[in-house]
């Protein structure tokens, strides 16, 4: 499941519907990314999430997508907001289930490194000395590699 | 054709869209940058380094090959930083 | 942090007690491992977990430690669960917060392993054919292993 | 010195700890196993199969030949199955 929000998620209320109803899952992974109120050496006052609201669903769709042919997923969701939020506030999670604890880990893995590269979301971050655009690193853009093996 | 831009590119632009109407020898995405810096005014300063520019051609990640046709929604915009 | 308790416990509210008063955390990493209702071809009715009362919280703050030693981590976190689960519940939680995802990803992927190898715990399930200790797998032996280099 | 067992090693030893007084001689966890089979008994089928016994002496996992001394707490068990 896909959810592109401005609103805050609660963890454990989504986990708790993601095991729910499914007595053979065995393990469930997951990961929230969230605002740091340090970036490199910078101050960080807020972020701002920039996306592109056509797109986004559907390239998140997609990476789901890839997660779920490659490992054998009980569930998977994902929720990522946009706007403005501020240090400590919850950006992205990313949850798998599954029968076995190596698919729903790896799963996890895989959509949190393909998502920073491949889902249409720009950081801003307000500092004290002005806005700046997060510029995107190459350890995830090799992070993101290493999970490509012909398709998507 | 719709242009998009987003981020840095929609701040140097000036503005998030626009409808332009390419004359028909613009094919690719390439050809329709190319075009638009000819244009004159910010778009040389927006299109100066296309090594930090990434496209999607009707929410599809495409390359500066990509063709183009009357009616697609054209979207710039850097590497993304999601997540 | 390490707890070894019969009763049940809060995802959400876990996690959140990882992350508040500290707002230089950007990654949580989380993992819970659930009861399943099929073990292999067999139907499990219940699960008792049996352990070394003097000997797990040492064990489990000697992985720990290990895992402190070689990420960056801002906090973590063990919950295991001993005593009789029914299908569905929950087993055991490891959590661990960083400024960085690898080093919550990776940290949380080590202790789920080691933990599963190292901590004295042996799993009993309940079928309609009989009790069966649950036996060691040699997968998941390699799965610890892969984190040797020496130390511990 | 105290005995543990946990597991199936409790179920077949039908006991869950004892306290034993091995003589000087046995000095470490090998000597100590061979002295329990000797004692006869369950000790036999207990410890009939040692590649899937696992040791700690004083909730420190130990191998085979580490030694032993009065007032030890040794623990027998399967290889764990926690997680």
Known sequence: ?????????????????LTSDDQNIGAVSCFVGLVRDIAGDKIVNSMTLEHYPAMTEKALLKIEIEAIKRWSLSKTLIIHRYGRLNPGDQIVLVATASAHRNDAIEATEFLIDWLKTKAPFWKREETPDGSFWVESRSSDLAAANRWIKGSM | MKLLYFAWLREKAGIAYE??????????????????????GVYSEVFSDISIIRI???????????????????????????G
């Open chain 2, 56 to 82: 999607a051609v009707n929410q599809e990640y495409v390359d500066f090959e990509h063709p183009i046709s009357i009616g697609d929604e054209i979207a710039f915009f850097p590497p993304m930083t999601g």
């Open chain 2, 19 to 40: 409808d332009v109407s390419p004359p028909e020898s613009i094919a690719t995405v390439a050809d329709l940058i190319k075009w638009q810096i000819s244009r004159g």
């Open chain 1, 1 to 17: 499941m896909i959810r592109v929000q401005t609103e805050n998620f609660n963890v454990g209320i989504e986990l708790e519907e």
